[in-house]
């Protein structure tokens, strides 16, 4: 798993580098030589859609969230346990509602 998550930072840092690129030559080019790259802002909030999804998931891999480990680091392990329960059954609530919702709109 760690090698996955390896590749998969490596990979969304490649793709906003690329991005990053695309920009330029978007600004350069239509600044100065007359054209456009159609769609090169659409793409880039698909991109940012990703590579957020993928910083997130990393993090949880590498238990990074500060915040949240500050707490949990100070509460009883049954407790702790508990609230861990308790987020997955939230998230997984969240992605049944979404799965629902996407269904009701693909039909």
């Known amino acids: 798993m ?18 990053s690129l695309a ?12 054209f456009s790259l159609q769609g090169v802002d659409e793409y880039g909030g698909y991109l940012m859609a990703v590579v957020v999804g993928l910083g997130f998931s990393c993090a949880l891999h590498d238990n990074a969230h500060i915040r949240i480990d500050l707490l949990l680091a ?29 269904w009701t709109v693909v039909s």
């Open 2 to 19: 760690r090698r996955l998550v390896d590749w998969l930072s490596i990979a969304g840092g490649w793709a906003l580098v690329v991005y």
């Open 74 to 102: 100070r509460l009883p392990r049954a407790l702790a346990t508990w609230l861990n329960v308790a987020a997955l059954a939230a998230i997984l609530a969240f992605a049944v509602f979404l799965v629902w919702r996407a």
């Open 23 to 34: 920009v330029g030559v978007e600004i350069v080019g239509r600044r100065f030589l007359g």
